[in-house]
């Protein structure tokens, strides 16, 4: 017997007494229908959520921080942040596991808001019994504080590169820039960007989005044009937890 109650030949359900030409038994001797209410597949918390995604560099924020999806597409952020979204919607038991059957999003940004229907499907890991069920995100498109900094153009250092004596010609400082780009698309630190570059009468002034990668980038610098190099660090304003910001001035002179 493999499951349910034999009377005979015949079997049924110990909660309901169905048989099994009505309904189908499970090994625990319980119909679907009474096997689902005793050993329930899923607990939806959220059958609705927000979640904001960039514009511009499809970073996501489930709950409060743009924390994942920095430079994926936008495929595979929407993606992504499905994934992310429906572990926090739904809270499964250990005999259980889920899948994402299906979803219908846009394939790129036609609108400001969206809403993205989600079909779930969780399984018993042993008992041949499942259960469907549909999810929403409501998708906002709204930039991260990442890109806004960028947009601004804030700047942790300027990095100045000078010539001993003369001043840099046109081909020198369009490598010495093509450089500085190389190693801010090399580097993890999101805030490794190049915000601004002003050439002077003698040089280039380069603004740069980290303190941290400026000055390893000044170093490579120094070192890739056997130059001499000159730190100067100082306190700039407040950072949004009141802690003050250090910046930094780095001189680089080249032969």
């Known amino acids: 017997m493999r499951g349910g109650i034999s009377l005979g030949r015949e079997r049924f359900c110990i909660e309901c007494g169905r048989t099994e030409h009505e309904?189908?038994?499970?090994?625990?001797?319980?119909?679907v229908d009474c096997f689902l209410r005793k050993y329930p597949l899923y607990e939806v918390k959220n059958r609705r959520i927000k979640v904001k995604l960039c514009p511009m560099c499809h970073s996501y924020a489930v709950r409060r921080n743009f924390a994942r999806g920095r430079g994926l597409s936008f495929s595979e952020a929407i993606k992504a942040l499905i994934e992310d979204s429906v572990n926090k919607m739904v809270k499964l038991p250990f005999y259980?596991?889920?899948t994402i059957v299906d979803f219908k999003a846009p394939k790129n940004f036609v609108k400001n808001r969206f809403l993205i229907p989600v079909i779930v499907e969780t399984k018993h890991v042993e008992e041949d019994v499942a259960e469907s069920f549909t999810l929403e995100i409501e998708v906002y498109a709204e930039k991260c504080p990442l890109c806004k900094r960028k947009e601004k153009?804030?700047?942790?250092a300027i990095i100045q590169i000078r010539k001993e004596r003369g001043k840099l010609s046109y081909k020198e400082r369009e490598k010495i820039i093509d450089l500085l780009r190389e190693l801010a698309e090399k580097s993890r630190d999101p805030k490794a960007y190049i915000a601004n570059v002003e050439a002077t009468g003698s040089g280039v002034d380069v603004w740069i989005g980290s303190l941290k990668f400026a000055e390893m980038a000044a170093r490579v610098l120094r070192k890739r044009f056997n130059g001499l190099m000159k730190i100067f660090r100082t306190f700039g304003g407040l950072n949004k937890s009141g802690k003050h910001v250090l910046t930094a001035s780095i001189l680089i002179?080249?032969?």
């Open 23 to 31: 309904v189908k038994l499970t090994s625990k001797m319980l119909c």
């Open 96 to 98: 259980s596991k889920l």
């Open 153 to 156: 153009g804030v700047s942790e």
């Open 253 to 255: 002179k080249i032969p």
